[in-house]
């Protein structure tokens, strides 16, 4: 049931612009001008739809754990295992993990009040994007923020980090997400290169020159992600980072 009220939030905070401008659905047929209008909408609100997936993650964690995960599988020197799909589904559910507490206050405070026509429609906009503007403000890194708030001096900016316009705020969450999964990813490559350069340095000696060292060292790596539990370590300590 949760489940059903995230994807709800998601979808409904993503195309409520849309909504709210068209009121309706309906085309008219009578009216050749409205039939027109009609239709320009629709074809927005299908686009909008058929990109909410998008721009759904954008506004989360994902980003970051799905590219320290893919670092993670080169690092190993594995180019196919874990497969993509595998991989997609495993930041998803962390992302879903991580993002709960904010899914379900949106929920909350916008859309359910929105359901029960408690509350007019541009407050519960206002309501459901809260939760997620937070979460972004506190991930974003001034410098890069700073830089792209530069190019933007017409931008109208708030009193808090929050507060800040969209156009400024999406960009600066993601560009400071894939920067701090590159700072994480590099981390996560030493162990493994530091098993390449030795393997690579027997081999030499051993006078095993025509020897790929990453077939040779690709065990060795395996062996010691297993048995340090890496999956768990890696995992926890991509969800730890957000509370």
Not at 100 to 106: G, I, L, M
Not at 150 to 176: K, Q, W
Not at 186 to 213: C, E, K, N, T
Request: glycine share 4%; proline share 7%; with cysteine.
């Amino acid at each position: 049931m949760l489940f059903i009220r995230v994807l709800t939030t998601v979808g409904i905070l993503l195309i409520w612009p849309q909504i709210a401008a068209a009121q309706e659905l309906s085309i008219s047929l009578g009216d050749d001008s409205s039939i027109a209008a009609r239709s320009i909408q629709l074809i927005a609100l299908i686009t909008v739809l058929s990109i909410v997936p998008g721009l759904a993650i954008m506004v989360t964690c994902f980003p970051f754990i799905v590219t320290v995960l893919s670092i993670l599988r080169q690092a190993i020197g594995l180019q196919q295992s874990p497969p993509n799909m595998l991989i997609v589904s495993l930041a998803l559910f962390l992302t879903y993990f991580v993002m709960e507490p904010v899914f379900s206050e949106a929920w909350l405070n916008g859309l359910e009040p929105l359901v029960q026509e408690s509350i007019s429609v541009e407050e519960a906009f206002s309501r459901t994007l809260a939760p997620f503007r937070i979460f972004m403000a506190a991930r974003i890194d001034p410098e890069t923020f700073n830089e792209l708030a530069a190019l933007r001096p017409e931008a109208v900016l708030g009193e808090t980090a929050s507060e800040h316009p969209l156009s400024l705020l999406v960009p600066s969450f993601l560009l400071s997400e894939i920067e701090r999964a590159f700072e994480i990813g590099f981390l996560v490559f030493l162990p493994f290169l530091i098993i390449d350069l030795v393997v690579a340095a027997v081999l030499m000696s051993m006078g095993m020159m025509m020897v790929p060292p990453a077939v040779v060292s690709l065990p060795f790596k395996l062996a010691f992600f297993v048995v340090a539990d890496g999956w768990t370590l890696i995992s926890s300590a991509l969800v730890r980072g957000y509370f």
